[in-house]
């Protein structure tokens, strides 16, 4: 998580515990943050306050590129912001024809002065509703927007956010359970690969590289191998790369002395050997990989490119993913489908039992989209002793999943019909994603 970010947070927690009241309309935004944090008093000085004095939380002024940046965006009802806070400072963009276009980076500004702007802009406005103002919490990013009712504009607010003391914020995209099933493999960082995959790499990958980096030991010295413009990445520990030659970037992180290497994209088959040498040079590896494959999908693809003997002994698990929209919770109609309908989706109905499911309507909530909000489903794998056979043999990957249906596996279709019965997606969205109708013919 970003310094700015961290030393926030430390300094709202402190203020709150000191008494004192923030100015509305952020005071919402301010007491959910108070039971998500719990940062050290010691972390902030505040000037003392004598008895019975008013007190009022101000941040400070923003300058006025934010301000400006703000109003611009205001003025268009339907225009998102995504700023990204970072050690550099905010990298503001904004939504064009469903497309994030760069509109300003403030490499000075700190966090404290965009939520001031963001504060005196809120101030005049009259929501009509608790709904107009919100946070969801995921990871690392604040995301602001505007909704027009009648002749007044309305802010929503989307805080993304993950902090080492807070893991359950990330309960909600999918990514809490996958990393806590990977937690063995990541606790010591032994020599190793680990391979996350996803069909585009504009889904979750970058997000879930991000937290696992998080999650890995801090003494040994690590080193990224990204592109420019991965703003969930810490700059610190970067090593950009050039035109996308990823390969020539693995070559020279050799001559570094990182033990711990996190790859943007492995799609380049040829960066595969280069893998495994960083593997038997000590290296613990994470690498993004653009696959719409699922687990076992993965390991067949890379034993046909890759000796199987070392890539048996090298590797330390697979994490293939898929992002399905969440059906708006103000306005989901709960439904049963027939024995008939589940059967075309490729669904026994004996997953589901009684459990209801949910199809999408419309309402000003979700900007009459009928879903609001996104979740993952993961697949993690890691491999025992039969499967790191099964990379060394010429089985089919028939085999070795119905050994991992013996073993307890839970597949992408399984977490999905998991989803299903939470309430957290549709049918039609697991078809979107697994393609379970073309699975059923």
């Known amino acids: 998580m970003g310094t700015a970010?961290?030393?926030?947070?430390?300094?709202?927690e402190t203020a709150l515990a000191h008494g004192l009241s923030p100015r509305r309309p952020m005071s919402r935004f301010i007491r959910g943050w108070r039971s998500l944090w719990r940062a050290a008093p010691s972390a902030v000085r505040l000037p003392p306050r004598a008895p019975g004095e008013p007190a009022a939380l101000?941040?400070?002024?923003?300058?006025?590129?934010v301000l400006q940046t703000l109003q611009t965006a205001m003025a268009e009802a339907s225009t998102h912001l995504h700023v990204v806070p970072n050690e550099e400072g905010l990298k503001v963009s904004y939504l064009v024809e469903g497309f994030w276009q760069e509109l300003h980076s403030f490499r000075s500004v700190r966090l404290e002065e965009f939520l001031g702007a963001l504060q005196e802009m809120a101030s005049p406005l009259q929501p009509s509703s608790p709904s107009c103002l919100r946070w969801r919490r995921?990871?690392?990013?604040?995301e602001i927007g505007w909704q027009r009712q009648g002749d007044s504009l309305h802010p929503w607010l989307d805080l993304r956010i993950w902090h080492e003391s807070s893991p359950r914020l990330l309960s909600d995209t999918g990514m809490l359970e996958a990393c806590e099933r990977l937690l063995p493999a990541l606790h010591t960082a032994p020599p190793g690969w680990l391979v996350v995959a996803a069909p585009s790499p504009h889904g979750r990958s970058t997000s879930l590289i991000a937290l696992l980096y998080e999650l890995l030991?801090?003494?040994p010295r690590r080193l990224i191998?990204?592109?420019a413009g991965q703003g969930s990445l810490p700059a610190a520990e970067r090593l950009l790369v050039e035109e996308g030659d990823f390969r020539a970037a693995l070559s020279m992180s050799f001559s570094f002395e990182a033990q711990i290497l996190t790859l943007q994209s492995m799609d380049d088959p040829s960066l595969w050997p280069l893998i495994l040498e960083a593997v038997e040079r000590g290296r613990f590896v994470v690498a993004a990989f653009t696959s719409p494959l699922d687990a076992v999908g993965v390991l067949e693809r890379l034993r046909e490119r890759v000796e199987r003997e070392?890539?048996?002994?090298s590797l330390l698990g697979v994490v293939a993913q898929r992002l399905v929209r969440r059906p708006c919770v103000e306005c989901r109609k709960e439904y049963h489908p027939s024995p008939q309908k589940l059967e075309a989706f490729g669904v026994r109905p004996e997953w589901l039992g009684e459990t209801p499911l949910y199809l999408p309507n419309q309402c000003d909530h979700c900007?009459?989209?009928?879903?609001?909000?996104?979740?993952?489903?993961f697949e993690v794998l890691l491999p025992d002793e039969a499967v790191r056979e099964w990379l060394c043999s010429r089985d089919s990957p028939s085999a070795l999943r119905e050994y991992l249906a013996l073993t307890g596996h839970r597949t992408l279709l399984q977490d999905g019909i998991r989803l299903l019965r939470m309430g957290w997606t549709t049918l039609e969205e697991l078809d979107r994603v697994l393609s379970l109708r073309h699975r059923s013919g």
């Open 310 to 313: 070392a890539l048996a002994r």
């Open 138 to 142: 995921e990871m690392d990013t604040l």
């Open 217 to 219: 030991p801090r003494g």
């Open 367 to 377: 900007r009459l989209s009928g879903y609001r909000g996104q979740t993952g489903l």
């Open 58 to 65: 101000a941040l400070p002024q923003p300058e006025r590129a």
């Open 5 to 12: 970010m961290r030393e926030f947070a430390a300094y709202l």
């Open 225 to 227: 191998l990204s592109e």
